[in-house]
């Protein structure tokens, strides 16, 4: 509701007061309704007591960034999540789920974002600056690498990565301890994302 979503509808079990609980009113049908039916429609084991649908916002030409996150064939909507919490947080100024990714407002990714989805515009492609590419192996270690510039941080599919021919300008990866192969494509995300921050603010 904070992020100006057009509700169509809220659900409440009776021991909810939305003002007096909940500190806010609704702008659309409010239904009460009965003890356990919100666990049985709902995907989450323990509900809160209020549950509503809104209409999904659709993504938009992006108009101005230079820090944006696109997702590249990132399937899994928990990865998706975190990586669109990331990308806020560390101060992207949008994200892009390309074709072949997961639905951005699958439940299970818009859970994992913590309402960071609702907080970061969604843009249907980026043009912004230098597409850098992540990659376990390959392009110059990020701490190293220039990052301050206007550029789209593309990561990939959790399973095959970004591929070869990816339309990248360079690559970078994380450094790490030669024990350990890889990292999970929203731990990736997560670091990239802050040393690109890091960067920003040196």
């Given at each position: ?120 515009p969604l843009a ?45 300008d360079r690559w ?17 995300a997560a670091i ?11």
């Amino acid at each position: 509701m904070a992020a100006g979503l057009e509700l169509v509808d809220v659900f409440v079990e009776p021991v909810i007061d939305l003002w007096s609980d909940l500190g806010v009113s609704v702008d659309a049908p409010t239904w009460t309704v009965g003890d356990g039916v919100l666990a049985k429609v709902g995907s989450v084991v323990t509900p809160q007591g209020v549950m509503a649908t809104a209409r999904i916002p659709q993504p938009e030409p992006l108009a101005h960034g230079d820090f944006i996150v696109e997702l590249a064939g990132v399937a899994d909507p928990g990865n998706a999540g975190t990586i669109v919490r990331s990308a806020a947080a560390a101060g992207a100024q949008a994200v892009v789920f390309s074709p072949g990714s997961v639905d951005p407002w699958n439940p299970k990714t818009v859970r994992a974002s913590a309402g960071a989805l609702f907080q970061i515009p969604l843009a249907a492609e980026s043009s912004v600056g230098d597409r850098i590419g992540a990659h376990p192996h390959q392009g110059d270690p990020c701490d190293e690498a220039d990052l301050t510039g206007p550029l789209t941080l593309v990561v990939g599919n959790e399973a095959h990565g970004l591929d070869q021919t990816a339309a990248v300008d360079r690559w970078v990866s994380i450094p790490m301890a030669a024990s350990v192969e890889s990292l999970n494509v929203a731990s990736a995300a997560a670091i990239l994302c802050f040393e690109i921050a890091r960067q920003r603010r040196s």
